[in-house]
């Protein structure tokens, strides 16, 4: 499917100096690759917020233990840690 697309006159100046500076092959590759990191922060973004409701749903369940608790811990292992040398 052939599309035409305007960019504005910014956008045209960086594409059109990304070509010439030997970066991409032709303007469709930068427009390709701009739109294959789009994919990916979109993907990132979903993974995200699936972790997040992850973490919010563990919290209303009650599956999660209190800040001073988990600092105590990881405090005791990166003493211990520190004092054996690793």
Excluded at 39 to 54: G, T, V
């Amino acid at each position: 499917m052939a599309s035409s697309t305007n960019l504005g006159q910014p956008l045209e100046d960086y594409v059109n100096g990304l070509v010439k500076a030997g970066r991409f092959e032709s303007r469709d590759d930068v427009l390709r690759e701009g739109l294959r990191l789009l994919q990916i922060k979109e993907r990132r973004q979903a993974e995200l917020d699936a972790a997040l409701d992850r973490g919010l749903a563990d919290i209303e369940a009650g599956r999660f233990k209190p800040l001073e608790e988990v600092a105590e811990r990881l405090k005791a292992k990166y003493t211990a840690m520190k004092d054996s040398g690793e």
